[in-house]
């Protein structure tokens, strides 16, 4: 059983940066693909980006692609999500997710999500 929890979340100015963390507890974390999804009010969760165990080839939405990078620290137990040049339409609540196997952008093949955490962008 893989437990995620986020944090970092909270309200930024348009062109700013904000750092999310997902911190991760259960046996064999390391071995997981951990990704990022989103989801705005009246929206369908998105993907926004994920990681696989060794850290190699993250890949990335279109939305955020240049914007966003994916990162993580196996010792820790911790994926991180460096967002840059925030726009209004990144508001959203950010959910960590975590699966076995490889990386793939659909939501339901990812086994365990923690509570989310909202970033608001302001215009």
């Known amino acids: 059983q893989v437990q995620l929890v986020e944090s970092g979340g909270g309200t930024v100015q348009a062109g700013g940066s904000l750092r999310l963390s997902c911190a991760a507890s259960g046996p064999s974390f390391s071995n997981y693909v951990t990704g990022w999804f989103r989801q705005a009010p009246g929206k369908e969760r998105e993907f926004v980006a994920a990681?696989?165990?060794?850290?190699?080839?993250?890949a990335y939405g279109d939305s955020v692609k240049g914007r966003f990078t994916i990162s993580r620290d196996n010792a820790k137990k911790t994926v991180y999500l460096q967002m840059n040049s925030l726009k209004p339409e990144d508001t959203a609540v950010y959910y960590c997710a975590a699966k076995t196997g490889g990386i793939v952008e659909f939501r339901t093949w990812y086994r365990y999500w923690g509570q989310g955490t909202q970033v608001t962008v302001s215009s």
């Open positions: 990681i696989s165990w060794s850290g190699a080839s993250p």
